[in-house]
Nanobody
Framework: QVQLVESGGGLVQPGGSLRLSCAAS????????MGWYRQAPGKQRELVAA???????TYADSVRGRFTISGGSAANTVYLQMNSLKPEDTAVYYC?????????WGQGTQVTVSS
């Protein structure tokens, strides 16, 4: 059984930074991809960033250049460094293991960007 626990969310002013962490337990070493999704009020859940165990990384156009996902090939912790945050980044952020259709999900952590 895989469990994912997110942390690091909170309230930040526009232009600020946050780092989200996802601690994974269980047999995750072969699970791919690992990633972060987010869901804003009234919107569908969307992919923010993900990486595969072979090293490829993908980012949503809206966050490319501002967000960085990290976590090694054998990592049981996945990070999302978020810089230059904007109000439109406000959402619940979810850690995912195995892809958005059949993968495992964490409980989510709220990120609010507001002055």
């Amino acid at each position: 059984q895989v469990q994912l626990v997110e942390s690091g969310g909170g309230l930040v002013q526009p232009g600020g930074s946050l780092r989200l962490s996802c601690a994974a337990s269980g047999n995750i070493f072969k699970i791919s991809p690992m990633g972060w999704y987010r869901q804003a009020p009234g919107k569908q859940r969307e992919l923010v960033a993900a990486f595969t165990r072979t090293g490829s990384t993908t980012y949503a156009d809206s966050v490319r250049g501002r967000f960085t996902i990290s976590g090694g090939s054998a990592a049981n912790t996945v990070y999302l460094q978020m810089n230059s945050l904007k109000p439109e980044d406000t959402a619940v952020y979810y850690c995912n293991a195995g892809g958005g259709v059949v993968g495992y999900w964490g409980q989510g952590t709220q990120v609010t960007v507001s002055s």
